[in-house]
């Protein structure tokens, strides 16, 4: 079945970085795209990033551009979040998603999150 | 800046239809948008419901349905139950690998 393990989430400083991974199984990981989207505290799920399946191409929502990497090890079965220059309202659990794959741009499983909080 | 837009909050009576809609700040919401609705319960990860404005995901009972009503996207629940009552997202395709997020309808089941 499939799962995705996120992890690599803590605590950090304002200004600080953080590295997300997410672990994909029981699918084949290398064919399709993923997604990472986060909820901050008591509020609602806001869409991160995109990374086609090859790695060769990638989107950001606004607010993380230039801030936030999303990358892919196929080799390894895993997606990535680099995070740098962190902010508080950056706090948020970090879900990846994976791409239904069908072209119909939807997300069908997600992974349970992991916790960043931003704070001094 | 697109703004997707929700109802905050619903109420619907045990055994109620209720239909909770997904609109845009400036424009109407087409199936071109690709709408997709998640539900999310408390500390939960989300999950998916409906896809491409009416396809229920695998294992969603036929009491969810989806829509387009006039320039919405449109989630109806018949036979609402106790169990429906969570968060429910919906969610648009904006082209160039962009996808945003309604704000998210809480629904109360009393």
Redesign the interface.
Known sequence: QVQLVESGGGVVQPGGSLRLSCAASGFTFSIYNMHWVRQGPGKGLEYVAFIRYDGSNEYYADSVKGRFTISRDNSKNTLYLQMNSLRAEDTAVYYCAKDSGSGLCYFDYWGQGTLVTVSS | ?TVVTQEPSFSVSPGGTVTLTCGLSSGSVSTTY?P?W?R?TPG?????LI??TN?R?SGVPDRFSGSILGNKAALTITGAQADDEC?Y?C?L?MG?????????TKLTVL
């Open positions: 800046q690709y997709s998640y999310q939960q990860a989300p999950r998916t896809y491409s396809i995901s968060d997202y969610v395709y160039g690998g962009i996808w945003v997020f309604g704000g998210g």
